[in-house]
């Protein structure tokens, strides 16, 4: 079984800062991504940011220059940076990270419960 225990969510001013992380756990289970999608009110849930082990991280482009996603593999943790925060990113925010058992040829998504970000203008 995975877990992702997420943290950091809150409210905030049009222009402020805050710092969401995520931290994966699970015995025999090996990450190849974590990221971060975000789910509005009436909304689809989106992609925010993506960091593939050993590949390229990608950003919406409507958080580009603004979010920054950092990870320690070691930790199996992975934190999202928001600066300069519009009200247009007032959302649920969620962890997810993918990867497989050592005992399976699959991999799985598994997601955080979500953290709520409130941004006011």
């Known amino acids: 079984q995975v877990q992702l225990v997420e943290s950091g969510g809150g409210l905030v001013q049009a222009g402020g800062s805050l710092r969401l992380s995520c931290a994966a756990s699970g015995r025999m289970f090996s990450i190849s991504t974590m990221a971060w999608y975000r789910q509005a009110p009436g909304k689809q849930r989106e992609l925010v940011a993506t960091?593939?082990?050993?590949?390229?991280?990608n950003y919406a482009d409507s958080v580009k220059g603004r979010f920054t996603i950092s990870g320690d593999n070691a930790k199996n943790t992975v934190d999202l940076q928001m600066n300069s925060l519009k009200p247009e990113d007032t959302a649920v925010y969620y962890c997810?990270?993918?990867?497989?058992?050592?005992?399976?040829?699959?991999?799985?998504?598994?997601w955080g419960q979500g953290t709520q970000v409130t941004v006011s203008s």
């Open positions: 960091m593939p082990r050993g590949g390229t991280i």
């Open positions: 997810k990270t993918t990867g497989k058992f050592s005992f399976s040829n699959y991999e799985n998504d598994y």
